[in-house]
């Protein structure tokens, strides 16, 4: 029989509405070159690797009578050209074309019929590139038992790794088996019996808030009055998202890193701070006495007690006050760098160095695994989650084509309007802001104020002079 979902995984589905989806995407643009990529090249990349990933053709199968919880079984119909798929923006598409569709495919649910993930050929992008849009469930990579796909799609050199052959066949699990499985483990398997229960119990609460939530629906239509306010980082989420992404140079961060002290992560911090000041300050209302924003910042971190992931160290979350209402970049940057090192000094930082050596590309399941630990956190708790995940210094390649640039697209959590991820890979950092669509329908001032905090720490640096990295024009074609 299949293993069964944990506790945690589940939450991830039962907790799933249309508004607030758990599923995380990442964005990476390629450059084909001269062998060419084609969607027929990328089904057979997928094809190759997925043995290293076995749950990528599992589907999430329930018990009957709900016995015990769900278990992944293997997916009879599996269909690798239903998950790999075809797509593209007009020719010489832009990246602003390219975010809209983006934008629009993460806003729709997966099939839960079927393994919980897919990956978008995009092509018709200008200069010959194409994109890949992978969109994966948060329930899916664990990180423990199941990386992101992304990780093994993409190799050191031009040529792919040769694997073993894939002899892969469908188990098939009748009823009767997922029954009997189900009442041996909940006889003798506590951590099954309790999960249960509480899955049954938190059924019962979710029915009972749902049934409060629609008459609080019927009261505010009636009365034309919210029962709470709305900020410009809170509200009752659409089912729509906007993408904003963003290339910018690690030389940028690493200037005012050795000016100012702290570290790249700091800097990168203390730019999201300058960032939501500016995108703040553009809104009618002021900041009105907001003097922070809290921040869910996850962190890799030497931990016996924690759960390792396949990557070598836990992720668990940090909570940084991000000082918005601070007007000098390089005090922000000073109190955001102060806020790190209470951490520092325990001993139980990960090094930036060991997570960018680690094999194949890890930033994708970082940020998954970083996506898990927010989603796991009180919403009411912080305003906005930021991933960082360091990533390699080097090219990697997907069957010869070159990865010129990586976005990662965080979920949105309950009440919250941003999500910010970042990643650095090959002497540049990326951002992938994702926002509710309604609610920030100007994430891309919020992009160019991030532009203009980098901007404004690089003139407190000698001179003031920076690199301007490929992509770094006009908003429009940023």
Not at 246 to 261: A, I, M, P, W
Not at 425 to 450: H, N, S
Request: aromatic share 6%; glycine share 8%; net charge negative.
């Amino acid at each position: 029989m299949g293993d069964r979902l944990s506790a945690r995984d589940l939450a991830f589905l039962t907790r799933e509405t249309l508004t607030t989806q758990h599923h995380l995407a990442s964005i990476e643009i390629l450059e084909p070159g001269e062998s060419g990529f084609d969607y027929d090249t990328l089904l057979n990349l997928v094809a190759d690797r997925l043995s290293f990933v076995p749950r990528y053709r599992q589907r999430v199968q329930l018990i009957p009578g709900r016995l015990a919880n769900p278990v992944w079984v293997d997916d009879e119909r599996f269909d690798i050209e239903y998950h790999v798929r075809r797509s593209a923006v007009p020719r010489p598409g832009s990246l602003d074309q390219l975010r809209d569709l983006v934008g629009r495919i993460i806003s729709r649910p997966l099939d839960r019929g079927r393994p919980l993930w897919e990956i978008y050929y995009v092509e018709g992008l200008a200069e010959g590139r194409v994109a890949l849009l992978t969109k994966v469930h948060q329930a899916l990579v664990d990180g423990v038992h199941t990386v992101d796909l992304n990780q093994l799609l993409l190799d050191v050199g031009r040529d792919p790794k040769p694997l073993a052959e894939d002899a892969w066949n469908p188990r098939r699990e009748s009823n009767a088996a997922l029954v009997i499985g189900a009442v041996r483990d909940s006889l003798t398997d506590v951590d099954t019996l309790s999960s249960t229960a509480r899955r049954t119990g938190g059924s019962l609460l979710r029915v009972a808030a749902d049934t409060a939530g629609r008459a609080l629906d019927v009261v505010e239509a009636i009365t034309g009055r919210r029962q709470d306010r709305a900020t410009p980082l809170s509200g009752s989420l659409s089912q729509q998202r906007l993408i904003v992404t963003l290339e910018t140079s690690l030389g940028d961060f690493r200037k005012v890193r050795d000016t100012h002290g702290g570290t790249v992560n700091d800097v990168i911090l203390a730019v999201v701070t300058g960032g939501l000041r500016g995108w703040l300050m553009t809104r009618a209302e002021s900041l009105s006495g907001l003097r922070q924003v809290r921040a869910l910042v996850p962190i890799s971190v030497n931990d016996d007690l924690l759960e390792n992931t396949s990557l070598g160290a836990p992720v668990t979350a940090h909570y940084v006050d991000l000082p918005v209402g601070e007007p000098s970049a390089v005090v922000r940057l000073h109190q955001v760098s102060y806020s790190f090192e209470t951490h520092k000094q325990t001993g139980r930082a990960i090094p930036a160095e060991h997570l960018t050596g680690i094999t194949g590309f890890a930033p994708t399941t970082f940020h998954a695994v970083g996506a898990r630990v927010a989603a796991e956190a009180d919403p009411h708790g912080f305003q906005v989650s930021v991933t960082n995940v360091p990533g390699p210094q080097t090219p990697r390649y997907a069957a010869g084509a070159t990865l010129l640039a990586s976005y990662p697209v965080n979920p949105l959590l309950p009440g919250q309007a941003l999500a910010i991820g970042v990643t650095s890979y090959d002497g540049r950092v990326f951002f992938g802001i994702t926002a509710d669509r309604d609610l920030v329908p100007d994430a891309d001032v919020f992009g160019q104020c991030l532009l203009e905090a980098l901007d404004e720490l690089l003139d407190t640096v000698n001179g003031g002079r920076h690199q301007v990295p490929r992509g770094r024009r006009k908003k429009s074609d940023s």
